[in-house]
């Protein structure tokens, strides 16, 4: 598949410029110690044998960027991005089946965001009482952006949710949840999200209408 | 101007062929827009209630490996 092109004033920061920023950083003279602990120990010779058991927790600080540089990218030990809650109330479908099987891994492959399952009788319960137009959408995988709840609260993007229960076959429930930790995974730094939601997930714009028909993911799911 | 029926006929086909592309690409960005939802102003409810039961301690991070 094509990648679609970034438009113009996307706020996305390339990988790449992350790392030169390091690199920037790592060569002015006042600048942190060194991130590796090999380059560590050629500079401090006398270290001691019992600091070193404190070298990953000081390697995790000196991966921080010092305090004047630039902060133009959200930093990657910044803690979770999202909350992820699972809304399930029991529908026998195949995206349930699918969930069910699939869950552990999908916890795994989100290790570091706390993810919430509301039971059998608290998703009921939620439903009725806050989202009946969300009955029979279910099992449900909510995402919030805590970045955006932080900036400006739920008056506007604060998140977007999976409505798995929509999906009718096994194949196009597996195919959405593999998309939707991909997505999670690839867009952890994203600085404009519900952008990347409206291009990746939703396929809004021309380039998305040409890749509903050629791309499989989305002429899977979309079907 | 089109002088022969047949024509006519491909002119009519192509446009039922576009038509039908147009149908279809409409009617699948419908669905992923069903299935992938974005929440805006309209889903503060709903978000808030997600939050205040995690502040309040009745929804803690889930620690199983498996769902229930």
Redo the contacts between chains.
Sequence with gaps: MARSPRASGTSRRPRAETGTRREAVGSRPTEAPPRTVAARRRQVPAQSPALEEDAGWEEARVIEPAADAEQSTRPATAGPRF?I??I?AGWDSPAHRV??RN??LL??LQRGE??????RE?SIE?IR???SSLLGKDPII?V?DLEA?GAS????????????G??STEQQALL?LQAFSRFLNAHRQSLDL?AE??RN????GMI??IE??LHHE??E??? | MPERWSDYLSILMGALAVGYIVYEIDRRRRKLHDVWDVLGGEDAELTIGLVSMVESGELQPYAGSALS
């Design positions: 909350q809650f699972i399930d969930l069910h869950f552990g916890r795994d706390p993810i919430y399952v509301l039971s608290k939620f009482r806050h989202a909510a919030h709840l609260g739920t008056a506007g993007f604060h998140g977007f949710r999976l409505h798995l929509l999906l959405a519900e939601i409206r997930l939703r396929r809004e998305g209408a509903i028909i989305p002429r799911i979309g079907g």
